[in-house]
């Protein structure tokens, strides 16, 4: 506890500055202040590409040919299918 003195006619409050006293009031410390540094942090960036060892094998499937007929009537082209039996 600070002691003050205060003078009846003074405008300011004196106080006597260091003296000796301790806070009250306060929890003892439950472990150290300061605590182990984190691990360092490493950023690394991989990339991966497949690769396949040979190049695959190109596959076009064709439909099978379509037979047509065209007719010419009086001067009108007609187009039809074949049908086989």
Do not use: K, Q
């Amino acid at each position: 506890m600070n002691a003050t003195d205060t003078l009846v006619f003074a405008a300011v409050a004196v106080t006597a500055v260091g003296v000796s006293g301790a806070p009250a009031g306060v929890t003892p410390f439950d472990h150290a202040e300061t605590a182990p540094d984190p691990a360092t942090l490493i950023a690394t960036t991989r990339n991966e590409y497949a690769v396949p060892l040979v190049s695959p094998m190109n596959v076009h499937e064709v439909d099978p040919p379509v037979s047509t007929t065209a007719l010419h009537i009086g001067g009108t082209a007609v187009v039809g299918d074949e049908v086989t039996a």
